[in-house]
């Protein structure tokens, strides 16, 4: 809400007129001020008239007219001693007189030019202060103590749909919504009787009416300002449209999406649950028959059966890991709370692993000297251990667990001397259900690396893998050091 402040293009003509009316003026009674200087003998009335010459400076818009105007009544002053035949008459009073006019005429110069300058330098910061406010985002208005506008920015006529000229001078009531009209005016009252602020030096949301009748939602914060003895208000509002109108898109977001977190949800359950009884009776059913036909069935068919109970196997273990990932990122029990020295922490991965008499595990000491949450970090390394052991294609190997301080970050890595893997698999292994080697290769779902990676960086973490061909793998991960909340 801001002084609007219309440039008309008439305006340079009008200047000129009165510019031409100035000189004018001055012209003329710089005339009769010569005439009476010669009629009258002690030039009194010549410099009284020479006086209102200066004064006519102060309608034209030049600092230095006042000047001009001094010199050129000085000259004639002068002129007008000289012309004018002195005998009988006092010459030193004549001198006075004369001496005094000079003086006056430069000493008002002098006022009417500073005055002129306050008074150019207040135009140029009014007409400043009009662009910065009429080209501001937000719509500001003045109103009185009655609620009259007195000012409306150019951004109101966005906001509202009316011209400053519409606005001006109505009360700003036709502006707002029926249901807060009547509140308007006896707010106002009781504020100026009672001093009790209820919006004034607040932002509060509230609502606007536009021009075609449209209601829609704003921000208003309104001030109070003493001009003199007058009292005003200025407010500031800002159409929020466009925010509510985000605001319940992404609160629709927000439930779409936990619906379908719950959805998924209710899958893993009814997957890891529900189909572990069919899995079982096909498992059951398979020894079954075995036992039933041993006297009868071929070394072909004992395989297939066996084959079947091996993918039962697999589903189950698919089904456990499906589950896993669906639970990955929240605090499902207190182990998730728990802290424990690094060391301990490392001692119970180890404790899980089916560690190969030939494999070598080293952890790095800084451990012992951190303190760590015990879980997901212990599913986490377990699972990088494992999988580091699982895919060594021989029967002895190496792997280090390794330990950095990166700020406010734990820089842990696992790293192995295994094949290693080709750069172009890199962002494959960390995607559900892919396998570099057949399952009849290497066992596994192909979730546990996805497992990782979503527990990781719901902790505020990053992972990330360095390998090649025939150079081991190093998968390293951060951790903070104040980890945040996991999502429930």
Same mark, same amino acid.
């Given at each position: 809400m801001t002084f609007s402040r219309h440039m008309d293009a008439s305006q340079p003509l009008r200047g000129n007129r009165i510019r031409y009316l100035t000189h004018g003026t %001055? *012209?003329?009674?710089?005339?009769?001020?010569?005439?009476?200087? @010669? =009629?009258? !003998?002690l030039g009194i009335a010549g410099g009284l008239i020479y006086v209102t010459v200066v004064l006519c400076a102060l309608w034209d818009d030049n600092l230095n007219t006042a000047?001009?105007? %001094? *010199?050129?009544?000085?000259?004639?002053?002068?002129?007008?001693? @000289? =012309?004018? !035949?002195?005998?009988?008459?006092?010459?030193?009073?004549?001198?006075?007189?004369?001496?005094?006019?000079?003086?006056?005429?430069?000493?008002?110069?002098?006022?009417?030019?500073?005055?002129?300058a306050a008074q150019i330098s207040l135009e140029r910061k009014k007409t400043e202060l009009a662009a910065i406010q009429d080209n501001t985002v937000e719509g500001m208005i003045t109103i009185s103590t009655e609620g009259t506008i007195l000012s409306y920015n150019h951004a109101c006529r966005k906001i509202f749909g009316y011209a400053a000229e519409d606005a001006i001078g109505r009360n700003i009531k036709f502006l707002m919504p029926e249901h807060y009209r009547s509140e308007h005016d006896g707010y106002l009252s009781n504020y100026l009787r009672t001093r009790q602020k209820k919006i004034i030096g607040t932002i509060r949301e509230v609502q606007g009416q536009r021009k075609d009748g449209s209601i829609f939602p704003?921000?208003?914060?309104?001030?109070?300002?003493?001009?003199?003895?007058?009292?005003?208000?200025?407010?500031?509002?800002?159409?929020?449209?466009?925010?509510?109108?985000?605001?319940?898109?992404r609160e629709q977001f927000i439930s779409d999406l936990s619906r379908s977190n719950q959805d998924l949800d209710d899958f893993a359950y009814v997957a890891s649950h529900d189909l572990r009884a069919p899995l079982r009776v096909i498992g059951n059913a398979s020894s079954w028959l075995e036992e039933d036909l041993a006297d009868t069935l071929d070394d072909e068919s004992r395989e297939n059966l066996q084959l079947i109970r091996s993918r039962v196997s697999r589903m189950e273990q698919l089904?456990?890991?499906?589950?896993?990932?669906?639970?990955?990122?929240r605090r499902t029990d207190a182990r998730y709370q728990q802290l424990m020295p690094g060391s301990d922490l490392m001692e119970e991965v180890l404790m899980l692993i089916d560690q190969p008499v030939g494999v070598t595990i080293n952890t790095a000491p800084g451990f012992a000297a951190i303190q760590l949450p015990n879980m997901p970090l212990k599913q986490i390394l377990a699972n990088l251990i494992s999988n580091a052991i699982k895919h060594n294609e021989t029967s002895t190997g190496v792997v280090d667990?390794?330990?950095?301080?990166?700020?406010?970050?734990?820089?842990i890595t696992v790293a192995d001397d295994g094949p290693g893997i080709d750069p172009q698999f890199h962002e494959q292994i960390f995607k559900m259900f892919q396998t570099l080697k057949s399952r009849d290769v290497v066992e596994g779902?192909?979730?546990?690396?996805?497992?990782?990676?979503?527990?990781?960086?719901?902790?505020?973490?990053?992972?990330?893998?360095?390998?090649s061909p025939g150079e081991g793998c190093a998968f390293r991960f951060t951790w903070p050091k104040t980890a945040r909340p996991s999502q429930g």
């Open positions: %001055a *012209a003329l009674l710089v005339g009769a001020g010569f005439i009476f200087d @010669l =009629l009258t !003998p000047y001009k105007y %001094a *010199a050129a009544t000085t000259v004639l002053t002068i002129l007008g001693y @000289l =012309l004018f !035949p002195r005998i009988g008459v006092n010459e030193w009073i004549v001198l006075t007189n004369r001496a005094l006019t000079v003086l006056a005429l430069w000493a008002l110069a002098f006022i009417v030019r500073q005055q002129k704003l921000d208003l914060s309104v001030s109070e300002v003493r001009v003199g003895g007058h009292h005003l208000f200025s407010g500031i509002v800002r159409d929020i449209s466009e925010q509510k109108r985000a605001e319940a898109e089904l456990d890991d499906l589950h896993e990932y669906s639970r990955a990122g667990v390794l330990l950095e301080d990166d700020g406010g970050m734990y820089a779902s192909g979730i546990g690396l996805a497992i990782v990676k979503k527990h990781v960086e719901n902790a505020g973490g990053k992972i990330s893998l360095q390998s």
